[in-house]
Structures are given as structure tokens and as C-alpha cells.
């Protein structure tokens, strides 16, 4: 039996979004926000396998809760419980899809870059990404399991 075009389309189609299902995350201290969504790409299943030498796009949906001047990102691995501090290319929240200044009530997609260096060693730890206000209060912080891999 040939499978019929419109099977395979919609077959092709869920398979797509699958790929796209938001994470299961962590809240680890929003204050000042609260998050919507989490999404890494491509991150199909968890934990997220971690290429090194490959960049991935972070994107959050959050709301906020207060209005704040600008926002800046703050990503570590945590192992042991102890955060070492991971490197991002652009830290501030208002180059990084956010209309600055951030509005209470207002939702926002935050839109970034997670570079995996050729010389990070290969281990599972936990990616903890925060984004404060200008306060220094969390709008959000959520936390995944990750395995950087060669």
C-alpha cells in the first residue's frame, strides 16, 4: 500500500514539533518574572546533548511582574552545587530580543546564543541561565540537564 501524501505530510509535521516541544526546565528563583516557556535548539530530548564546538539558540517566553530600565544574563554549569560561570556572547537582556525598558504585565521573548567550546570537557552537569532587572532581582532563572559531547 502507498501511503497517502497528506499521511506523510502530517506524519513529517509531527515529528517537526516534537523536535520544537518546549523543555522541562527548573524555575530556580523567578521573582520578578514568571517564565512561559523554555526552548534550546536543537534540543530534542533531555538531557540535551551538547556538541562542542556547536552554538545553540535559547529562547524564553516570560512575563514580567515589574518594569526595569535593562536585563542582563547570567549562565553557569553547575556541578557538585558549585556554579562556574559559563560564557555567553551577549549578556544584555535588551540586545537580546527584549525591548527594553522591560513593562509590568508585559510577555517577552528572550532570545540568545549558548556556544559550546571545542575545549570543554565532556560531562553531564546542569545548565543554570538567570536574567536579573536592573535591581539585581531575578526575572527569571530555570536550570536543565545537559551532557556536552564530542
Known sequence: MVPCPLALLLA????????AEPLRFVDCGSVDGSIQEV???????????LHK????????????KIESQGSKARVYGEMLHVDVPF?????????SGIQCP??????????N???VK???PSIKLIVKWELVDDQDQMLF??????????
Open 12 to 19: 513529517l509535521g509531527a515529528a517537526a514539533t516534537a523536535l
Open 102 to 111: 522591560i513593562q509590568k504585565g508585559h510577555s517577552y521573548s528572550y532570545l
Open 39 to 49: 526552548n534550546v535548539s536543537p534540543c530534542p530530548t533531555q538531557p540535551c546533548l
Open 113 to 115: 546564543k549558548l556556544p
Open 141 to 150: 532563572c530555570w536550570k536543565i540537564p545537559v551532557q556536552i559531547t564530542s
Open 53 to 64: 564546538g556547536t552554538s545553540y539558540s535559547i529562547n524564553v517566553t516570560f512575563a514580567s
Open 118 to 120: 571545542s575545549e570543554y
Open 87 to 95: 560564557p555567553i556572547p551577549e549578556p544584555d537582556g535588551c540586545k
